[in-house]
């Protein structure tokens, strides 16, 4: 048996705990993951989903439930059937997060169950209720694992700058152990996020090249089209450095310039990843000026739509200085990267949507077709994670005909372009979660290290009164090009491709 069956035979009965079970994570993701996962046989036939939902009665919560498969998931065509077989494994449990009784409850309720004693809580609620949810699983004696796991499932944003991510590892760690709470960085649940790792690690031509010796820089970019959806309440209050730098981005760089780790498990592949962090340089106040943009939409059109202004935003301050888009250029000082700057740029209502990570290759040392028209791109990798994965590579090929002029050439290798095959992030990292496997989630102590690398950057930027507009559906950010001007290639801004 591979690996991979055994992995997924593992998965034994559970109880899943969803807080917050009327809302739009559970709706929208974690319902249709637990779908897809039960009738694969990720999550085992015996066991069950426990809604806590406040103030609703059980037909309710299911019919809000059955209306989001309608309305988040129609490939799923959750007929009576389907619909009939997964309400099955749903059970309701009326309570206030703040309510001790509603922990009670959640007790009596699964002692109800006999013998499937381990449980998941997710939990899908506001961040401030986490520590409540915590201490209240545990003053109702949910938390200790002697007669099965007991794994608490945290989702971002963890705290809103250093301090108040460590207050909540305090508040969690005092009542769970570390290796109970698994932190969701959905980035890190994408395939093409942990292809990153495959490619990488799994052929000999990448490591010769992975170093400052052939590598000019690396851009990580999360591009989106999309603008707030109705967060502004949360936004306004995080930015684009908090809600994509600070998490998804520095993850994958982590991905990327890490060392091989010595085996293929969690706490292996966390300190290797934890190793970067540390070895990103701080910046000094006058610094930041220098390596970092920030900028808001102004209105302008994407794919076709008139866009109104950030600030035209329902609940948006008219005055928000709040950033839609970030980029900030960081160094790794250590053996194999000082010197390669790492450019983490992301924002909202741009031209395209496309995350990717692109490595620039050092320009050739010497152009032996100088007195040629065309001079020779250097080359780059890509790393394409959405919207498809894949690989690309820029080389330079001569152009037909009597000279030796160069053209580049694209070369494309799509992965998983068959969008049925591939797993959605919520699925992998539940699936992690009940195998036991947290190589995927991110440890308290890379958490922390991440907010006290961006901790000055947010410090310079905190109570600021303007900010560089950017035309929706563009890229008119000129500080983006004046950000990557030394870099080869200047600022990479991606298209989709055909
Ligand atoms: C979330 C951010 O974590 O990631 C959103 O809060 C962002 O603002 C989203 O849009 C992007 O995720 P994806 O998977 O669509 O790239």
Known sequence: M?????????????????????????RRKLMPALLRMLSCGLVHEDSCIHGVVHNRSETEWLQMIRDGFNLFSPK???????????????????????????????AESLQLLGGKKNVMFYCAIPPDWYGTVAKGLYQAGLVNEEEGYRRLVIEKPFGSDLESASALDNELQAVFDEEQIYRIDHYLGKESVQNLLVYRFANSIMEPLWNRNYIDHIQITASETIGIEY?????????????????????LMTLV??????????????????KVLRAIRRFEPEQIKLHTVSAQYASGCVDGEDIAAYVSEENVSPDSATETFAGVKFYIDNWRWQGVPFILWTGKRLKSRVSEVMIRFRKPPFNLFDNHASIPAANALAFRLQPEGGVVIRLNAK?????????????????????????????????????????????????EESWSIVEPILKAWEGRFSIERYRAGTWDIPAMDELTKDCVGGWHKPTVYE
Do not use: C
């Open 2 to 26: 591979s690996a991979d069956e055994q992995k997924l035979d593992t998965a034994d009965p559970t109880n899943i705990v969803i807080f917050g079970a009327t809302g739009d994570l559970t």
């Open 76 to 106: 799923l065509s959750v007929d009576d059937g389907v619909w009939n077989q997964f309400s099955s494994h749903l059970k309701m449990i009326d309570g206030d997060l703040g309510d001790e009784r509603t922990y009670k409850n959640i």
């Open 231 to 251: 967060r502004a309440k949360y936004y306004e209050n995080a930015g684009a450095l908090r809600d994509m730098i600070q998490s998804h981005l520095m993850q």
């Open 257 to 274: 310039a890490m060392e091989p780790p010595v085996e293929f498990t969690a706490d292996a592949v966390r300190d290797e990843k934890m």
């Open 399 to 447: 152009k037909p005909g009597l000279t030796t002029d160069n053209e580049e050439l694209v070369m494309r290798a799509p992965y998983a372009d068959d969008v049925e095959k591939v797993s959605d992030a919520y699925e992998i990292l539940m699936h992690d979660v009940l195998v036991g496997d947290s190589t995927l989630f991110s440890r308290g102590d890379e958490v």
